[in-house]
């Protein structure tokens, strides 16, 4: 009966020792790539609407219902920017740089 004891702790500490460890490499493995990928997507954002802009300008002209929606777009691509580029300076310098 003590053997029979004594294995269930060892399994069971084992495997929720390897659980915790498990559940902490991935924690902290997939935190530095999730920052990049967010400057570079409203980066990628930013440029495929000033693309888009342009070429529906050339298009269709200056004052279209097309040329106006990726005006705006274009404003909400670079309002999304300064809202991370603030974010990135505050998680850098800490809150005494507040815009």
Do not use: I
Request: proline share 1%; with cysteine; net charge positive.
């Amino acid at each position: 009966m003590q053997l029979h004891k004594h294995l269930l702790k060892s399994v069971f500490g084992k495997a929720a020792l390897a659980t915790a460890a498990l559940g902490g490499l991935m924690l902290f493995a997939g935190t530095p790539s999730a920052k990049a990928n967010d400057w570079d997507d409203c980066n990628r954002r930013a440029a495929y609407t000033d693309w888009r802009l342009h070429e529906s300008v050339e298009r269709y002209g200056y004052y279209s219902s097309q040329a106006n929606h990726w005006r705006n777009e274009q404003h909400e691509a670079y309002e999304r920017l300064e809202r991370l580029r603030r974010n990135e300076r505050r998680e850098h310098h800490g809150d005494r740089y507040r815009d």
